[in-house]
């Protein structure tokens, strides 16, 4: 698919980042960044579309594959059976089982949480929906549904889950490709009463926060963090300011990155910096409007974002505290450095080895990386260490 680059007006500061030339590494090589030398390790190979990595206190790894399996890989091993007792997912277009992420006090409930394309009832219809159970003896034991996005659409399903330090659960859902057309300003994603293109925050049992921003609002979703999102595939909590911060697609040119605060509008569709598919046409009233946010860094062409990690591990020290986005489109990582709410540099230290679908710090302080290729090529986990 060929991209369109266009002169952009951007707000002051943002940070465009573009395709880089430079050679990157193999599985076994080294490759160089500005701070550090690392190798890319195969961890496990033989995945079918691996989207999300999760791990647990005893050391196995949680693998979900969109077809709809949980994998575990146990000793470096990817141990044969998929995990028993998921639920049933819609396994088409850009649907499936998508992400799989443990509660933060999983040693001691056992508790997982599972986000998926849910069938509706109707010939490949479905919807984002989150499930919990327990996960004991490799076998996920469904307990309750703790999320079901009202919404309609043929995919960006969202689905990205992550607990912030204070134990509240956030998720994304895309805007499940509503076509903008006609008024942008009446777009299913800037209509809080439903879950297009949002952020959700929840306590961990679905429950809604008393102080969400629009509880009490008549009309709308009482989940809603934030809205005016387009499909966001990355998220992550900042370490240390608790910020929610999120990468989403952009349509052909402006991918985002964008800290999502509370009841704030990111302007899917009625700003933006993409066009439409192929034809280049314009898509967005302006790249600007008074009550919607700019995003903190912006990449055009679109790398196709999925995936997004803070780094807060002694194995690449001077990357703590650095933000890693995946790319698929792209098929890379790039490695965004903050000062504040700012993206101050952006350097790819990734490239080439297939589609990036999700990037984890692992609990040994190395960088774990889900490869998908929905082509046939190689689906795998990698890991880069540290050289010397």
């Known amino acids: 698919m060929h991209r369109i680059l266009r002169t952009l007006a951007l707000p002051a500061g943002l940070l465009v980042a573009g395709i880089p030339t430079s050679a990157q590494p193999?599985?076994?090589?080294?490759?160089?960044?500005?701070?550090?030398d690392y190798r890319v390790v195969t961890v496990a190979e033989g995945l079918v579309h691996p989207w999300s990595i999760a791990f647990l206190p005893d050391g196995d790894m949680l693998v979900t594959e969109r077809p709809g399996r949980l994998r575990v890989i146990r000793d470096g091993q990817l141990l044969p059976d998929?995990?028993?007792?998921?639920?049933?997912?819609?396994?088409?277009?850009?649907?499936?089982?998508?992400?799989?992420?443990?509660?933060?006090?999983?040693?001691?409930?056992?508790?997982i949480y599972i986000s998926y394309s849910k069938p509706l009832g109707e010939a490949r219809r479905a919807t984002t929906a989150v499930v919990r159970g327990t996960f004991e003896n490799d076998r996920f034991t469904l307990t309750d549904e703790i999320f079901e996005a009202v919404s309609r659409g043929a995919g960006h399903y969202g689905c990205k889950?992550?607990?912030?330090?204070?134990?509240?659960?956030?998720?994304?859902?895309?805007?499940?490709?509503?076509?903008?057309?006609?008024?942008?300003?009446?777009?299913?994603?800037?209509d809080v009463s439903n879950h297009h293109g949002v952020v959700v925050r929840l306590h961990d049992d679905g429950r809604v926060p008393e102080d969400n921003p629009f509880v009490g609002q008549e009309g709308a979703r009482p989940e809603i963090w934030s809205y005016g999102h387009r499909n966001p595939q990355g998220l992550a909590i900042h370490p240390?300011?608790?910020a929610v911060w999120i990468t989403e697609h952009g349509p052909q040119g402006g991918d985002e990155?964008?800290?999502?605060e509370a009841g704030k509008n990111y302007g899917w569709p009625v700003i933006g910096y993409g066009v439409n598919y192929r034809s280049g046409t314009a898509i967005h009233a302006s790249t600007h409007a008074e009550g919607m946010e700019q995003p903190v860094h912006l990449w055009v062409p679109s790398i196709g974002t999925s995936g997004l990690a803070f780094y807060t591990a002694d194995q690449f020290p001077q990357w703590r505290g650095?933000?890693?986005?995946?790319?698929?489109?792209?098929?890379?990582?790039?490695?965004?450095?903050?000062?504040?709410?700012?993206?101050?540099?952006?350097?790819?230290?990734?490239?080439?080895?297939g589609r990036?679908?999700?990037v984890r710090q692992g609990p040994d302080g190395f960088i774990y990386v889900a490869i998908d290729d929905r082509r046939g090529g190689e689906t795998r986990i990698v890991r880069l260490e540290p050289t010397g």
């Open 26 to 36: 193999q599985t076994g090589e080294v490759g160089q960044s500005a701070h550090h």
């Open 82 to 111: 998929p995990v028993a007792g998921v639920p049933e997912v819609l396994a088409a277009g850009q649907g499936g089982l998508m992400e799989v992420a443990p509660h933060p006090d999983f040693a001691s409930n056992r508790l």
């Open 161 to 190: 889950l992550a607990f912030d330090a204070d134990g509240y659960l956030f998720l994304t859902v895309g805007d499940r490709q509503a076509p903008p057309r006609g008024n942008l300003h009446a777009h299913p994603a800037q």
């Open 240 to 242: 240390e300011t608790g």
């Open 257 to 260: 990155v964008n800290v999502a």
């Open 322 to 353: 650095d933000l890693f986005a995946g790319g698929l489109s792209g098929q890379r990582i790039d490695r965004l450095t903050l000062d504040g709410a700012r993206v101050v540099a952006s350097e790819t230290v990734l490239r080439d080895l």
């Open 356 to 358: 990036v679908r999700d």
